[in-house]
């Protein structure tokens, strides 16, 4: 690991060639450190052009997280948050669940320029790279029993789809338990991890992944349709869609705690995409259940209509696809 790869890496996400030599004389090395800095940027995935007399350059602009840029997006609540941005991190969601368990502050939160590790649900992996997904987790400590949460991910996604609505993003939805779609395709996803006892006090680790510009080879590594706020014609800086998204987060996060998921399920009933619409949910055993969805529970259970009569699915039992 170099210490030199992200302020290299700043000073290239401008989008223009820079000379190794003038990169050296500005950080005061060598050029071969200034190359061993770009090398360990590439082993990250980090693509950086290399032109012999004209330096190195990204293959495009990408605006880096600013702290100030965050937390001026936040607003009046920003002095509430314990905000950390750090370069690269395995998994934003495994590093707080640790700074978690080691009494991190409540509202902590955690975005990484770089995932190595992503964690996804159902054990998928969160590809990330430099400038192509905004990628962050948020401690969140109630004062229930992690029995209490059920719902949780879905009153997430209604912060999500406001803070996108403010954005301008147009055309998004929502599907059961923790995806933002647009045209189908996942835009966004929601990873949320507990700590604590069933009835007593307990933390959430709330992950967020939005993909904002995934180069071609990085879809065709996702093993589902994806889609990035790039290719709908939205443009938004990383700190300030940051911000935006953790001062709904908070603010549907306190609705949450006081009134639970039932002051939100009419709201979220709204946006999800497979209401009163046919799907087959695959199942952990691999059967597939075929079914009308016709309700969300007070709870966050799925309610659907099935040969069977009306069953309730729990989030993290089932796989939901559209189909009859």
Partial sequence: MSALTFPILQVLSDGKFHSGEDLADRFDVTRATVWNAIQHAENLGVEVFSVRGRGYKLPQAVDMLDEQVVLTAIGEQRAWFNLQLLDEVDSTNSYLMKQAAKGAPHVTCVAAHIQTSGKGRRGRIWVSHLGASLTFSLLWRFNCGAAALSGLSLAVGVALMRAFQQLGVQGVSLKWPNDVLYDNKKLAGILIELQGDMDGPSAAVI?????????????????????????????????????????????????FEEDGFVALRAEWLSYHVYHNRPVRMLMPDGRDVHGTVRDVAEDGILLVETALGMQRFSAGEISLRTGT
């Fill in 207 to 255: 992950g967020v992944g939005v993909n904002l510009r995934l180069p071609e080879k990085v879809l065709k590594r996702i093993d589902q349709p994806a889609i990035d706020l790039a290719s709908i014609g939205v443009g938004v800086n990383q700190g300030e869609l940051l911000g935006t998204l953790l001062r709904h987060l908070a603010e549907v996060l306190r609705t």
